[in-house]
């Protein structure tokens, strides 16, 4: 389970028009303590990275809207980063990577790689999305 939680030792007092004094603090997560009394369950959502070329681009932002309509977290790269680089890191952050390229921009499809599995396998977008939301969260 991730849990977030911060604190230290601060010297900020002055900032705000007071004296200079030491003090400390921490700050947790209130969705962490609901999970922790057994109030809520975490659960992961599914993360689909949209990987694109430059061609593929205006196609990959409507596939991501598509994603995104159906209620599926999608990310896209927005740094312009080759192909190989944004599937590296949607390797590391994502459960599906959406590649569309060339092709796929002309003919309206979408490449689904299973980042788990390695399967991979040529979808129209709603077929994508129905894919996705058949294997839920990791």
Known sequence: MDWTIGGGAY???HLFGGDDVA????AIGFDRIMISLGETQHKKDTVVAIVCTN??????????RIFRA????SEMDLMERGLG???????KTADFAIVIG???A?????TLKNLHSGEQKTLDPESAVAEVGLHGAR
């Open 85 to 91: 680089a944004q599937l590296a890191h949607a390797s």
């Open 23 to 26: 003090s400390c603090g921490f």
């Open 106 to 110: 002309e003919s309206g499809n979408v």
């Open 55 to 64: 061609e593929g681009r205006n196609h990959a932002l409507e596939v991501a």
């Open 11 to 13: 010297r900020l007092a």
């Open 102 to 104: 060339r092709r796929e």
């Open 70 to 73: 159906a209620g599926i977290r």
